[in-house]
């Protein structure tokens, strides 16, 4: 008898550790990361070429977050409907590690979008400029360099598919407008001093 009550007791304990564990899990993934600190405009710092004829989409990446897959995807899924969209890939690299350590399977990814411009950020310098904080971290220009979009493109971590952030930048895209749209950033720290490899 006492087994029995032994072996419900565990049982009770281990759904309850279960629970515990997937509503930490459901509470990461839901809540954003640190806001941008965007200037409003293109950074006169930066070394990034716009273009002056289409609408530029400048995305900041760390190449060892996972998050960051659904991210790229999410930008495939804007280029469906905006071929000419100008996108550029700047993917967080500190000078001391590995050369090549940022190409990982996200830099192919990215690399893998028609006419997709990939750039390794030595130590964050880019993202410093533009304010990007998080990976992930999603601005869209027009052609006289004003923002347009700020933001991420998902609802969440490793979230794919439609979504309000990704429906406002494909509102921008299509409509333009005089206002900035913004949205909720979720990923991982571009810079993250603890443990850089992620």
Same mark, same amino acid.
């Given at each position: 008898?006492?087994?029995?009550?032994?072996?419900?007791?565990?049982?009770? =304990?281990?759904?309850?550790?279960?629970?515990?564990?997937?509503?930490?899990?459901?509470?990461?993934?839901?809540?954003?990361?640190?806001?941008?600190? =965007?200037?409003?405009?293109?950074?006169?710092?930066?070394?990034?070429?716009?273009?002056? !004829?289409?609408?530029?989409? #400048?995305?900041?990446?760390?190449?060892?977050?996972?998050? =960051?897959?659904?991210?790229?995807?999410?930008?495939?899924?804007?280029? $469906?409907?905006?071929?000419?969209?100008?996108?550029?890939?700047?993917?967080?690299?500190?000078?001391?590690?590995?050369?090549?350590?940022?190409? !990982?399977?996200?830099?192919? $990814?990215?690399?893998?979008?028609?006419?997709?411009?990939? #750039?390794?950020?030595?130590?964050?310098?880019?993202? @410093?400029?533009?304010?990007?904080?998080?990976?992930?971290?999603?601005?869209?220009?027009? @052609?006289?360099?004003?923002?347009?979009?700020?933001?991420?493109?998902?609802?969440?971590?490793?979230?794919?598919?439609?979504?309000?952030?990704?429906?406002?930048?494909? @509102?921008?895209?299509?409509? /333009?407008?005089?206002? $900035?749209?913004? /949205?909720?950033?979720? /990923?991982?720290?571009? #810079?993250? $001093?603890?443990? !850089?490899?992620?």
């Amino acid at each position: 008898m006492a087994r029995k009550h032994w072996v419900a007791l565990s049982a009770v =304990s281990w759904l309850f550790v279960l629970t515990i564990a997937l509503c930490a899990q459901f509470r990461y993934d839901s809540i954003p990361s640190l806001a941008s600190l =965007s200037k409003r405009g293109w950074p006169a710092a930066s070394k990034i070429s716009r273009s002056t !004829t289409e609408n530029t989409l #400048v995305m900041f990446l760390h190449p060892h977050c996972p998050c =960051s897959r659904a991210s790229l995807h999410q930008v495939t899924t804007l280029k $469906t409907n905006n071929r000419s969209l100008n996108c550029v890939f700047l993917f967080y690299t500190p000078s001391s590690f590995e050369k090549g350590w940022e190409k !990982t399977d996200i830099w192919r $990814t990215a690399s893998e979008i028609p006419g997709a411009h990939l #750039v390794s950020d030595r130590d964050g310098i880019e993202a @410093k400029n533009f304010g990007a904080l998080t990976s992930g971290q999603t601005y869209i220009f027009d @052609k006289q360099g004003s923002l347009r979009y700020e933001g991420g493109l998902t609802e969440g971590r490793g979230h794919e598919g439609g979504c309000r952030n990704l429906e406002a930048a494909m @509102k921008v895209l299509t409509d /333009g407008g005089a206002s $900035t749209a913004f /949205g909720a950033v979720y /990923g991982c720290p571009i #810079v993250d $001093t603890r443990n !850089t490899q992620l």
